[in-house]
């Protein structure tokens, strides 16, 4: 069975700070797909990142970075310099592999993100 | 392109009471699905569709039915809605096998007396 963690219920930080998000996974498969989404205040699930199993690179797009590492089934997600606008719950999910079940993603709990002035 | 359009977006039932939430996408997308959202829970898989006709049980898929006549369409069905489906609901849906990056209505408030 497929799980996801993400132990940090709630995070707050006051604005320009470096903030953390972990997740932790489990599964069988060797092949899967790990993601991250973004649900502000206003409640749309906002699509962040995918990542395959094989491509352990870390990944940077601007402010946001991820960090990637099947030695510890991490794949932790990193905002720098934070924003008031990056308040939001941040969701890491897992979808297994097999080409059959693009809909089916395992989510974690969701960490919640405060960012103040 | 609207994208995924969920409706209604706030519904209250009484408990026995039927009612069928509506989602349609305009991305001719194959895969769809119906997640819910409860406090503290992350999001948990009702059920998906791998295409027109093909549905399948998802993480709870009791008491909600759902059928895929067209590619377009998903309807979830509560056959008797009970307080304990009180939640938000999302529907989502994805290219293709290869993506897997779901698209995600914006969501059905519903609460069940």
């Known amino acids: 069975a497929q799980k996801v963690t993400q132990a940090q219920t709630e995070i707050s930080v006051v604005e320009k700070e470096d903030v953390t998000l972990d997740c932790v996974y489990e599964?069988?498969?060797?092949?899967?797909?790990l993601f991250w989404y973004k649900q502000p205040p206003s409640g749309e699930l906002v699509f962040l990142i995918r990542?395959?199993?094989?491509?352990?690179q870390n990944e940077i797009s601007g402010r946001y970075s991820w960090n990637f590492q099947k030695s510890t089934s991490s794949f932790n997600f990193t905002i720098t310099a934070s924003q008031v606008v990056d308040s939001a719950v941040y969701f890491c999910?897992?979808?297994?592999?097999?080409?059959?079940?693009?809909?089916?993603?395992?989510f974690g709990t969701g960490t919640r993100l405060q960012v103040t002035l | 392109n609207a994208g995924v359009t969920q409706t209604p977006k706030f519904q209250v039932l009484k408990t026995g009471q039927s009612m069928t939430l509506q989602c349609a996408q305009d991305?001719?997308?194959?895969?769809m699905s119906w997640y819910r959202q409860d406090p503290g829970m992350g999001l948990r898989l009702i059920h998906y569709?791998?295409?027109?006709?093909?549905?399948d049980q998802g993480e709870v898929p009791n008491g909600y039915n759902v059928s895929r006549s067209t590619t377009e369409d998903f309807p979830l069905r509560l056959l008797s809605a009970a307080p304990s489906q009180t939640s938000v609901y999302f529907c989502?849906?994805?290219?293709?096998?290869?993506?897997?990056?779901?698209?995600f209505g914006s969501g059905t408030q519903l609460s069940v007396l």
């Open positions: 990542r395959n199993s094989f491509d352990e």
């Open positions: 599964t069988r498969d060797t092949t899967y797909y």
């Open positions: 989502a849906s994805s290219l293709d096998r290869r993506t897997k990056k779901l698209f």
């Open positions: 999910a897992l979808s297994e592999g097999n080409t059959g079940t693009a809909s089916k993603l395992t």
């Open positions: 569709s791998v295409g027109a006709g093909i549905t």
């Open positions: 991305m001719n997308h194959e895969y």
